[in-house]
């Protein structure tokens, strides 16, 4: 198990960047993928993007390609995500979370924080 404590969330106007982080403690980081979700008000928590253990492989939901970057630096137990293009449909609580590669969900969460995009 791993604990996740993400930072980097606020109030941004659209067009604009914020960089989250999520900062894992325990062992072995490098064990888990990685990967951030996001639930707006009043909606379901949905996929954003993926990161494997080395950080070779990336995937991202449509809505965010071309504008959010997926990154980890395993020397320093974070994970990252590089939000760029805002715009106020990306207003939600962001979480990271990880799963061992050996598990088929994801079983570590955070607790969230908020980004909050103005038109």
């Known amino acids: 198990q791993v604990q996740l404590v993400e930072s980097g969330g606020g109030l941004v106007q659209a067009g604009g960047s914020l960089r989250l982080s999520c900062l894992s403690s325990?062992?072995?980081?490098?064990?888990?993928?990685m990967a951030w979700f996001r639930q707006a008000p009043g909606k379901e928590r949905d996929f954003v993007a993926h990161?494997?253990?080395?950080?070779?492989?990336?995937t991202y939901a449509d809505s965010v390609k071309r504008r959010f970057t997926i990154s980890r630096d395993n020397a320093k137990n974070t994970g990252y995500l590089q939000m760029n293009s805002l715009n106020p449909e990306d207003t939600a609580f962001y979480y990271c979370?990880?799963?061992?590669?050996?598990?088929?969900?994801?079983?570590?969460w955070g607790q969230g924080t908020q980004v909050t995009v103005s038109s």
């Open positions: 979370a990880a799963r061992l590669w050996s598990v088929a969900t994801y079983n570590n």
């Open positions: 990161i494997s253990q080395s950080g070779g492989t990336t």
């Open positions: 325990g062992r072995a980081f490098s064990s888990y993928t």
